[in-house]
């Protein structure tokens, strides 16, 4: 009876995470479900707090025998949720004093477009090279998996290729258009995130996403596989461009690290660093730092002069670069979001209120 119970419980929950639009949904024993919001992180009104014995239920229900055994033995485990067909969840269950806990990220069944999320012109451009590496960053939280998901969608509706993606979970599910899609999930369609990258080259790709570039092995694979003429898609926890080049060439033995520089500035093409601001009228909306491959910034990669990126970024506009405190700056002074919550956003503060005051676009 207890178990028909909570599984109705969880149903309740993420239906109520749906109908609030909200982005996560947290599980945690002796704490009421919270939900984050806008970004905003409050409990669900009107809930008690959650028992060990239900919350163990809860997730549970959610899974194969074979997640249940590896999350008993490996303490955590990602994994995703098709509900209803309405969203997946993508849920990453826990341990936490001794107790099973979960974040539940809803992941919408519609893959929004391009200027539907207010993303930069600039990925119209990006998703029509060749190859080359494009990375998203940004905190977590901030919409990379959305923007990526967007861009990749419009390669698909547009584009005869082969897309092939390696996620741990699969968020975003594509329904072939103009391409074909290859969708693999860690542990489900493969054993490691390097046999599956191993792989790649051999399954005719033309676009492959790699869901996080998180190690040594991750991105030497994605570097390799944009270097053999592929367009190559891939997320990295940083905040900034100048950022992005530190740790992907740290990651490196120090003696590797002017050969990974050389390669590295030969196959980047861009980086997407974003951040998603609440606006007056209500939702949030992307402030972008854009970073492209031009001369200038291979040069100062395969240099080591990480520290020139801002400036090189500040000074070329014209080719479609932006800094943070630029985008930020935009959406002040067309009285999108306020001052005050910008500051809030910026990397540095001075130099948005500098441009603001001096109405720099």
């Known amino acids: 009876m207890n178990e ?30 919270y939900i984050r919001l806008q970004g905003e992180l409050n409990p669900l009104p009107d809930e008690p707090l959650l028992k060990a014995a239900e919350i163990e239920i809860m997730i549970f229900s ?13 303490k955590e485990l990602d994994f995703s949720y098709n509900f209803q067909n309405k969203v997946r969840f993508r849920i990453n269950a826990y341990y936490q004093n001794g107790t ?25 451009q990006l998703v029509k090279l060749k190859q080359g590496l494009v990375l998203i960053t940004g905190p977590t939280g901030h919409g990379k998996s959305t923007t990526i998901a967007s861009m990749i969608n419009e390669i698909n509706h547009t584009q005869a290729v082969h897309i092939i993606t390696v996620e741990d979970p699969i968020e975003f599910t594509f329904k072939p258009e103009k391409a074909i899609i290859s969708q693999r999930e860690l542990r489900k369609d493969t054993h490691s995130w390097l046999l599956a990258l191993r792989s790649v080259l051999r399954e005719d790709p033309n676009v492959v996403f790699v869901g996080e570039m998180r190690d040594l092995e991750t991105i030497k694979a994605a570097l390799t596989i944009a270097e053999t003429g592929h367009l190559v898609f891939s997320t990295l926890h940083t905040n900034s461009a100048a950022q992005t080049i530190d740790r992907i060439v740290d990651v490196f033995p120090r003696g590797n690290r002017d050969q990974i ?10 980086v997407i660093s974003q951040r998603l601001v609440p606006v007056l009228s209500g939702g949030r909306r992307p402030a972008v730092e854009i970073m492209l491959g031009s001369t200038a910034v291979k040069t100062a990669i395969r240099e080591g002069k ?50 603001v005051g001096k109405g720099e676009r």
């Open 62 to 74: 959610l899974c194969s025998q074979t997640q249940k055994e590896v999350i008993v033995t490996n």
């Open 100 to 124: 099973l806990a979960a974040a539940l990220r809803l992941v919408p069944n519609k893959i929004k477009k391009i200027d539907e999320l207010f993303l930069p012109p600039i990925c119209h």
């Open 306 to 355: 990480s520290h020139m990126i801002d400036n090189i970024i500040q000074t070329s506009r014209e080719m479609g670069m932006i800094s943070l405190e630029n985008s930020l700056a935009d959406l002040v002074s067309k009285g999108q979001a306020s001052l005050e919550v910008a500051q809030k956003y910026a990397l540095r503060p001075q130099d948005l209120l500098r441009m």
């Open 261 to 270: 520089r050389l390669q590295f500035s030969n196959v980047l093409s861009g």
């Open 4 to 33: 028909i119970k909570e599984k109705t419980k969880i149903n309740y929950l993420m239906t109520e995470a749906i109908r609030r639009h909200v982005s996560d949904l947290h599980l945690m024993v002796d704490s009421p479900p």
